[in-house]
């Protein structure tokens, strides 16, 4: 069932990429990376490459997804013993877009859950400012991905302020690598350019099993001048509440974005989630955890980046761990026709 | 809840149609304006295009080191659905990363 599903979104895919006109090139882009991070006493690998496909289809469609393989290598009875490894494939999003004017997008098929902002704007390897997802970004994203239909756009865009919106609707799905579940939500955002800030709120209803409501806030500050980062969420659910903040500083002002120490950006997070019930298959911590992390990371030429952290875990009824984190991810980019440079 | 769900789709199409209206009286008369200078009005849309690049994209990555024209195509179009944004954000935008 899976093999021919993958076909039949093959031959679309393909179908696609040839009608494409020279002026609508299709691009491939995405990241890879290898990552390492120590638990405890438990240390493990990952290779992990994120292709992303674009298919521009005439002046109002498209065709865009991305898919995560990812190996997972580590000791066999976690700290000792041969190292072993898995390997998973998951498809992201595959979804066809339809700008059906300048302010609605529609969206059908599958896509990432926009809850919040984590998971549809820095999901991305190669954007992502540390390697892990806070634990509580589970919360509202029902899996992380969405079977259905959504509308999308800025319904408000002008210089001094922005209102964008998204809904959507998503259908139970069993197949196996498709699964999604049945909910309805949405997330609205006002962002003020001139302070770089943008502040939002997120909801989602789950449709099936316990059909419980999951609210979220987002924050999101950018000041111009300044090579400064903020980004937060919180959010809630019936299986408890939680929050991450996190900031980076790029060493930008110190002999330009392109000297020695101007590539250097120090990140900081900081999260914490609180347990209220247990709720089967939520994908949260099952008690208590706050993690304080400090990180550095370096841009080197040619997309490439270095990123280095480390991390303490407390978590309630459990002893205390350190966290190291350490990877590099590298961002491509390049057409799918042969062609020109224009 | 089936109700409601049309409810909220309905709101968004009469939202979007008002407001698409308002946007083309804009454009019409940006236009007009833009005509008057030809060079200056492509500089601006640069100036723009960086702004509205920083504001909408470089919030949470950096600009690709390097792009052509017709990949840039293909990127901005991703990041119009993506970032969400509007039909005159998305030609700035692709002004300036193929000027």
New interface residues.
């Given amino acids: 069932m899976v093999g021919r599903v993958l076909l039949a979104l093959t031959l679309i895919l393909c179908g696609l990429s040839a009608a494409s006109a020279?002026?609508?090139?299709?691009?491939l882009?995405g990241g890879a990376g290898f990552f390492s991070a120590t638990q405890g006493n438990n240390t493990f690998f990952q290779p992990v490459v994120a292709p992303?496909l674009?298919?521009?289809f005439g002046e109002k469609w498209?065709v865009?997804s991305r898919a995560d393989l990812r190996g997972f290598i580590s000791r066999e009875n976690g700290s000792t013993g041969p190292y072993q490894g898995q390997f998973f494939g998951t498809l992201e999003y595959l979804q066809l877009?339809y700008?059906?004017?300048?302010?609605?997008?529609i969206?059908a098929g599958r896509f990432l859950t926009p809850f919040g902002i984590f998971n549809?704007?820095?999901s991305?390897i190669?954007?992502n400012k540390f390697q892990d997802a806070p634990a509580m970004t589970a919360i509202g994203i029902a899996g992380g991905y969405s079977d259905g239909f959504m509308?999308?756009?800025?319904?408000?865009?002008n210089d001094r302020y922005v209102v964008?919106?998204?809904?959507y609707?998503s259908t139970l799905s069993t197949v196996n690598k498709l699964e999604s579940e049945r909910t309805?939500g949405?997330r609205l955002g006002v962002?003020i350019?001139s302070v770089?800030l943008?502040v939002g709120t997120s909801y989602q209803?789950k449709?099936q099993d316990q059909r419980m409501n999951s609210f979220g806030t987002h924050l999101?500050w950018?000041p111009?001048g300044l090579p400064l980062?903020v980004k937060g969420e919180w959010a809630h659910s019936l299986s408890g509440h939680g929050y991450w903040i996190q900031g980076g500083y790029r060493l930008s002002q110190l002999g330009g974005s392109n000297s020695a120490i101007g590539r250097l950006e120090p990140v900081f997070r900081m999260q914490q989630f609180f347990r209220s019930r247990q709720v089967a298959g939520d994908s949260l911590p099952s008690t208590n955890v706050r993690r304080p992390e400090f990180g550095l990371n370096y841009?080197l030429?040619?997309?490439i980046r270095l990123n280095a952290s480390y991390g303490r875990q407390f978590i309630s009824q459990s002893t205390d761990v350190n966290v190291w984190e350490f990877g590099i991810t590298y961002?491509f980019?390049?057409?799918l026709l042969p062609?020109g440079?224009? | 809840m089936r109700h409601g769900i049309v409810v909220v789709v309905a709101l968004i199409c009469l939202g979007n149609t008002a407001v698409v209206a308002v946007a083309q009286t804009d454009a019409k008369s940006s236009q007009s304006n833009s005509k008057s200078n030809p060079s200056a009005a492509t500089k601006t849309s640069q100036t723009d295009g960086g702004k509205r690049f920083q504001a909408n994209c470089g919030r949470c990555h950096n600009p690709p080191e390097t792009i052509s024209p017709r990949e840039a195509r293909a990127v901005v179009r991703h990041m119009r659905v993506r970032a969400m944004l509007s039909a005159e954000d998305e030609q700035l935008i692709l002004k300036f990363l193929a000027p």
């Fill in positions: 020279q002026s609508n090139t299709p691009i882009s992303v674009v298919v521009p498209l865009e877009d700008n059906a004017n300048s302010h609605l997008t969206t549809e704007r820095i991305a190669w954007i509308l999308r756009g800025a319904l408000i865009s964008n919106y998204t809904t609707f309805f949405g962002f350019p770089g943008e209803r449709l999101s950018t111009s980062e841009y030429p040619r997309e961002r980019l390049f057409p062609g440079s224009k």
